[in-house]
């Protein structure tokens, strides 16, 4: 097995055994790039000079015997909407074409502060807006075990990265499921952490009281050291939780489920959701309840109303959010010429700079919050997500975590929902509820569906700052999962054929 | 021709709406670390936060909330137990993120008043002025529109924008509709704005300078007919940048909605601009159609929960009231009303009390503040406080008068010596040769002379008719260049000639 193939906990094993130096292994991870990547178009920018400057300064510092952290000389892929100094940030969008930040995001700052190797900027939905990564104004990224097919969105390019061996590690964003879907699709793991655990500072907002930062892996160990790296109070962040880091780390290395309540929500299964993935569910429930946990059903009955709510919400903040984007201070600016006004350019500027889907919840966000019809739609949206808030109140009084399949399908074909906005949008029913309530999720991979040979997920769900609990049940499952199949189910990643 | 005031109050009545903002004195924005000097190099003084760059997130100044809530506590409001910030969303070049992160339907303070007097022919009156809201939002920057006819952002040939000013922490103070001042609208409306300045200067919160812009008023005009209870249409005057422009913009814009009521036609509901030179206002944005601001509750930021000891310990703080402050200082001066009240509308009390606190008396401290000081402020057409002598030189002069040093004909010499620029009272009295001539023989050799050259006056004198030496006195204080002391002069004169 290749250094490439191996988690990220097992590269630091061998960085500290000094089986490999970070230089090497930054390298083995670009080799890779250059090779595949003009087939999976994960990455956006890939920054080669300062990765392996990162590798070697990481490399100097194990060297001198200082005390690194536990992903010193991990190379990690980059979500494009987090700013990184220097570092061409364009959120998938024409408009932030050849933007160049002035600052790092707070989670790039601890990143480099835990000497992590950033490997360059991943493909995304533009500003984070959809479900397939169709939306990038730079292309789409093609999901690694079948290039014809979506790597889900809008973190398509972090999560196909992983499962194309680019990266061990990548960063993304979640805001209905931005972490969770692309993860499920791709058979890799990825955390939405509690809202407020992860510092928005330098991650460009699409809706800002759903937006969060989280980590993305291949195992459920290696996302918790990522978790562990980029967590934490930022004063920068008013948002932020004042509290200390649930033991997440540890709790991956626990999975222990015995005597655990599993809460099954009954909103989110049947209608809707592929059998493929509904078997590989309903085996990974039993598979659980084999470890000693308890299994119960639980109904959250305003569920049903969080997909509509979310499109109210999501849209209302995007509309305001976005407004800065008007070819004053930076970006591209259009039809700047004598007698054009700042207002005309402004406009032609967000006429060429927006794809469609941005456009559309714009829109949709203006009208919603308008005189006349703010309580009816954004007022109402808000309702909602009390009582949302409160389903899962309830629910956690009588359970531990709660589980649901992350999306209701497996990965579908590039083009087969790009003009069906409803179709694309019932892909995140099952993870927005936890963006609603600003409470933590996971997807971690269930096996390949029946039908069609691909990934599915599985979704754990624990309340606010237990985030821990989410590592503790997928590590468990996870381990279970393993010794089923025998081996990781990337190593049946088959899109990219001879060259994986 | 243009209708009379007198016409105006004689048939409608005025009813005020005042907005005034005040840029708070924090060293830091309202969201940033960043500086907020008046008058840096443009663009200096702004960071990702305040450029509203992508990613970028405010975070509130603390400092900022502790200045608005003592604002609240000496204006009599009651603090909002939780307020939020809200996003007023519209599109300006100047404004970063094209929404202001302020207050709307939460705001911090609410419900205060404030008291103020104003003098009239019929003795000091006082008015209740009724505060809706005091609450906290952020600055835009300034945009700079060059070329084109009219300075606007339609027609320019290129605009300039400096973001300094953008992020700086703005209250704005709205009171609720001020009825019932009758023909005093104007006055009042100067007097609230100047009685809030002088709390926001007592709590030290501000610099508020109206010139530049740290204290701005909105004056929202309307009339009704008397005896009427519906509300006329207003229009909403920006721009007024001192209190004498305060006062002239209300009773321009009453004299204009008069003009309009009169002859049949409407009042069209817009801002207006007020133009320094000529007191009138020009028209500005029509707000006929409510802008729609797409008002939301600023999801990046955390309800404001302040503690209540807190605001206790701030109400405990708070100075002396600026009216109370005034009532001491009038007792101790023994001032009577009228003379308070010009003080107070010559805006110059409170270097009267610097100039009494250097040791001058109170009643010659005022006499050359509102007297000789304020006549050549007039003439140069700016504020007795803008004129270049300071307290320390009135004080220096009235002690010279005092001794004796100088006579009151002399020190108005130097007055205008010193703001000619001339140096400091010594200065001016040593170069130009000041002195009081106090020797006797020389005075008695003029006074002969003087004498001499009107000896019919000198006989009327020695008659008894003694005002008649008033000629003779003038014509030694000429020949001694004023440098003489009147009542020496006066006193040798009459001995001489026998009275
Ligand atoms: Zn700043």
């Given amino acids: ?500 | 021709m243009s209708l009379k005031y007198e016409d105006v109050i004689e048939k409608y009545e005025p009813v005020l709406g005042l907005e005034v903002h005040v840029e708070l004195g924090t060293a830091s924005k309202m969201f940033c670390g960043c500086n907020t000097i008046f008058g840096a190099e443009p663009n200096t003084q702004t960071c990702p936060v305040c450029l509203g760059l992508p990613g970028a997130l405010p975070v509130v100044n603390e400092k900022a909330i502790e200045y608005t809530i003592m604002i609240g506590l000496a204006l009599n409001c009651s603090i909002a137990p939780f307020s939020r910030f809200a996003r007023k969303n519209y599109f300006y070049p100047d404004m970063p993120k094209n929404f202001q992160t302020s207050q709307y339907d939460e705001p911090i303070c609410v419900n205060g008043f404030l008291d103020v007097e104003i003098d009239t022919d019929e003795g000091i009156k006082k008015f209740r002025v009724e505060i809706e809201r005091v609450h906290m939002e952020e600055d835009t920057g300034k945009s700079l529109h060059m070329g084109g006819a009219t300075g606007r952002i339609h027609g320019a040939d290129y605009s300039l924008l400096d973001y300094n000013r953008a992020g700086i922490p703005l209250v704005e103070i709205v009171t609720k509709i001020v009825p019932g001042t009758g023909k005093y609208a104007p006055e009042v409306a100067r007097a609230y704005v100047a009685e809030l300045r002088d709390i926001l200067r007592s709590l030290n919160v501000s610099d508020v300078k109206m010139e530049q812009g740290s204290l701005r008023c909105d004056a929202n005009v309307s009339l009704r007919l008397i005896g009427s209870d519906v509300l006329g249409t207003r229009s909403e005057t920006k721009n007024v940048n001192s209190l004498r422009s305060v006062e002239r913009a209300v009773r321009g814009e009453m004299i204009r909605h008069a003009e309009l009521l009169n002859k049949g036609e409407r009042v069209v509901q817009e801002t207006r601009h007020f133009q320094e030179d000529t007191g009138l206002t020009r028209s500005g944005r029509s707000k006929e159609q409510a802008e729609d601001y797409r008002y939301f509750p600023e999801p990046d930021l955390v309800p404001i929960v302040p503690d209540a000891i807190w605001i206790e310990t701030l109400r405990a703080a708070l100075p002396e009231k600026p009216s109370t402050h005034r009532k001491r200082l009038q007792e101790a001066w023994a001032v009577p009303d009228k003379e308070m009240a010009s003080m107070i509308n010559a805006d110059v009390l409170e270097i009267v009390e610097e100039t009494v606190n250097l040791g001058a008396d109170p009643t010659k401290a005022r006499g050359w503040w509102l007297g000789e000081i304020a006549r050549i402020a007039n003439e140069k057409e700016v504020a007795a406080t803008d004129l270049p002598i300071t307290p320390k030189d009135v004080a220096e002069i009235v002690a010279l008068v005092a001794t004796g040093a100088l006579t009151d004909k002399l020190a108005r010499q130097v007055i205008e010596a010193v703001i000619a620029g001339e140096g400091r009272p010594s200065e001016v009295i040593e170069k130009r040769g000041i002195k009081v001539v106090s020797d006797d023989g020389a005075l008695m050799v003029a006074i002969e002379k003087a004498i001499s050259a009107q000896p019919d006056v000198a006989e009327k004198v020695r008659g008894g008719n003694v005002p008649a030496a008033g000629a003779l006195i003038g014509a030694v204080m000429k020949e001694t260049k004023g440098q003489a002391d009147a009542a020496k002069v006066r006193e040798l004169l009459l001995k001489h000639l026998g009275q």
């Fill in chain 1, 1 to 500: 097995m290749t250094m490439i193939k191996k988690s990220a906990s097992e590269m630091a094993d061998a960085l500290a055994n000094g089986e490999t130096t970070s230089v090497a292994l930054t390298q083995a991870h670009l080799d890779r790039i250059a090779e595949v990547d003009k087939d999976v178009h994960a990455f956006l920018y890939v920054d080669t000079e300062g990765a392996l400057a990162q590798a070697a300064l990481a490399d100097k510092k194990r060297a001198a015997g200082e005390k690194l952290s536990p992903l010193a000389g991990i190379p990690l892929a980059l979500k494009d909407v987090m700013v990184q100094k220097g570092i061409p940030t364009t959120c998938g969008s024409k408009m932030l074409e050849g933007w160049r930040p002035p600052y790092d995001s707070t989670v790039v700052s601890k990143l480099r502060a835990a000497d992590v190797v950033i490997l360059g900027k991943t493909n995304m939905d533009e500003f984070a807006m959809g479900s397939s990564t169709e939306n990038s104004a730079y292309g789409p990224t093609h999901n690694p075990w079948d290039l014809s097919r979506i790597p889900g969105g809008s973190g398509g390019g972090s999560s196909a990265s992983l499962a194309a061996f680019e990266a061990p590690l990548a960063i993304g964003t979640d805001t209905g499921g931005s972490i969770r879907q692309p993860a499920a699709v791709t058979g890799t793991v990825g955390v939405k952490p509690t809202y407020g655990g992860v510092s928005r500072y330098g991650l460009v907002a699409f809706s800002s009281s759903l937006d969060q930062a989280g980590p993305c892996g291949r195992t459920v160990l290696d996302t918790a050291l990522l978790h562990e790296t980029i967590a934490g109070h930022d004063p920068k962040d008013s948002t932020s939780i004042n509290a200390p880091v649930p033991a997440i780390v540890a709790a991956a290395k626990n999975g222990n489920v015995k005597g655990l309540k599993i809460g099954v929500i009954k909103e989110l299964q049947g209608e809707g959701y592929q059998t493929g993935v509904l078997n590989r569910f309903n085996e990974s429930l039993e598979l659980l309840a084999g470890l000693g946990a308890e299994i119960v059903e639980v109904s959250c009955s305003y569920f049903e109303y969080a997909l509509a709510a979310y499109y109210l919400i999501a849209p209302s903040e995007c509309s305001s959010n976005l407004a800065r984007f008007d070819a004053m201070r930076y970006g591209i600016r259009v039809g700047d010429a004598s007698g054009v006004s700042a207002e005309e350019v402004m406009n032609l500027t967000r006429e060429v700079g927006f794809g469609r889907e941005v456009k559309r919840r714009i829109i949709l966000g203006t009208y919603a919050l308008s005189s006349g019809y703010y309580d009816a739609y954004y007022g109402s949206a808000q309702k909602v997500r009390t009582l949302i808030k409160q389903d899962f109140d309830n629910a956690f009084t009588k359970v531990d975590v709660l589980v649901s399949p992350t999306a209701p399908t497996t990965a579908f074909k590039i083009g087969e929902k790009a003009d069906d906005p409803i179709a694309m949008y019932l892909n995140d029913i099952a993870t927005i509820p936890v963006n609603m309530a600003g409470i933590c999720g996971m997807s971690l991979p269930s096996g390949l569906a029946d039908e069609d040979n691909l990934p599915a997920g599985f979704q754990i769900m624990a309340p606010a700052m237990k985030d821990d609990r989410l590592y503790n049940v997928g590590a468990a499952l996870e381990t279970a999962l393993l010794s089923k199949w025998g081996a990781p189910i990337l190593s049946h990643v088959s899109g990219l054929g001879a060259r994986a």
